[in-house]
């Protein structure tokens, strides 16, 4: 599992008094208001920002970090990802489960076999579908739905799942 998550990218600034846009990867963009720091990937290490102020405009999240004043505060801030500690993420209802504790799980038939690893998770809206890579390198597509998705250990690392008929033809 990782320590820590990731809730937007930089994708400008705004304005001239150190504001950036992010783009929310986070399920719920409101959730910006309940923070009060974020991580900065700035390709050298993480940088702490303090939060304080937040705006919404269309789909995207206005920020203002403390001591960062002028656009040339934020300047390289842009096309950089910003993430959470573990500690500061969204609470998770039962059978919920961050993307990234989901890929590169093992997953397993119900008979113990192993079936391939879980590469990506698509979200259609309705459910989310996984994407599992077999061993010999085709793909499956299996709905997050719980006749399908057995158990789910992120301790381990490992998926247990129910082929409905006609997922592996």
């Known amino acids: 599992?990782?320590?820590?998550?990731?809730?937007?990218?930089?994708?400008?600034?705004?304005?001239?008094?150190?504001?950036?846009?992010v783009f929310p990867t986070t399920d719920d963009a409101k959730r910006f208001k309940k923070l009060k720091h974020v991580l900065l990937?700035?390709?050298?290490?993480?940088?702490?920002?303090?939060?304080?102020?937040?705006?919404?405009?269309?789909n995207m999240v206005i920020l203002k970090f403390r001591d960062h004043n002028k656009i040339e505060d934020v300047m390289d801030f842009r096309g950089k990802?910003?993430?959470?500690?573990?500690?500061?993420?969204?609470?998770?209802?039962?059978?919920?489960?961050?993307?990234?504790?989901?890929?590169?799980?093992?997953?397993?038939?119900?008979?113990?076999a192993l079936l391939g690893t879980l590469t990506d998770v698509l979200q259609t809206g309705a459910n989310d579908v996984?994407?599992?890579?077999?061993?010999?390198?085709?793909?499956?597509?299996?709905?997050?739905?719980?006749q399908c998705i057995l158990?789910?250990?992120?301790?381990?690392g490992t998926m247990k799942v129910h082929l409905l008929e006609g997922l592996l033809e």
Do not use: C
């Open 151 to 156: 158990d789910v250990d992120t301790q381990n």
């Open 41 to 58: 990937d700035t390709g050298k290490g993480m940088q702490e920002l303090e939060i304080v102020q937040v705006k919404f405009f269309k």
């Open 81 to 112: 990802s910003l993430y959470v500690t573990r500690e500061n993420a969204v609470k998770l209802k039962k059978n919920e489960y961050f993307i990234a504790d989901l890929i590169g799980m093992k997953v397993y038939t119900e008979d113990h």
């Open 130 to 146: 996984y994407e599992v890579t077999l061993e010999d390198g085709r793909e499956v597509l299996i709905p997050a739905i719980r």
């Open 1 to 21: 599992m990782q320590d820590i998550l990731q809730v937007g990218a930089v994708t400008s600034t705004h304005g001239i008094a150190g504001e950036v846009k």
